[in-house]
Nanobody
Framework: QEHLVESGGGLVQAGGSLRLSCAVSESFFSINAMGWYRQAPGKQRELVAIIAGGTYTNYAESVKGRFTISRDNAKNTAYLQMNSLKPEDTAVYYC?????????????WGKGTLVTVSS
C-alpha cells in the first residue's frame, strides 16, 4: 500500500510556478502535521515547509515568500504552491507527516516528484 503519493512536478522556466500535491493515506493524514521536503542531486534531503494544526506554517529561509504549503483535510491531500521558481529549486520533492511515517521499523517515503527549473 502506498501511503504517500506526490505529483505535480515538471520542467518549468525560472520565474515560473508549479503546484505539487501529496495524497496521504487517511490513517496518517488526519492526526499529523505535514511537511514538504526536497533532495537536490548530491545533497541531503531538506525540510522545505511544514503545516500543523491547519494554521501554523513554517518555511526554509530559501523559499520564504515564494512557496506556500496548505492542506485539504477532506481530500487527505497536502499542497505546495511554488512561485518565482529558481534553478536552485531543482530537486525531487517529497512529502511526509511529522513525525515521519514509519513502516516495519523504517522511515517510509513516497517516490517523490521531480521539479526541474531551467535558467
Amino acid at each position: 500500500q502506498e501511503h504517500l503519493v506526490e505529483s505535480g512536478g515538471g520542467l518549468v522556466q525560472a520565474g515560473g510556478s508549479l503546484r505539487l500535491s501529496c495524497a496521504v493515506s487517511e490513517s496518517f493524514f488526519s492526526i499529523n502535521a505535514m511537511g514538504w521536503y526536497r533532495q537536490a542531486p548530491g545533497k541531503q534531503r531538506e525540510l522545505v515547509a511544514i503545516i500543523a494544526g491547519g494554521t501554523y506554517t513554517n518555511y526554509a529561509e530559501s523559499v520564504k515568500g515564494r512557496f506556500t504549503i496548505s492542506r485539504d483535510n477532506a481530500k487527505n491531500t497536502a499542497y505546495l504552491q511554488m512561485n518565482s521558481l529558481k534553478p536552485e529549486d531543482t530537486a525531487v520533492y517529497y512529502c511526509n507527516t511529522e513525525p515521519i511515517i514509519r513502516v516495519n521499523g523504517r522511515d517510509y517515503w513516497g517516490k517523490g516528484t521531480l521539479v526541474t527549473v531551467s535558467s
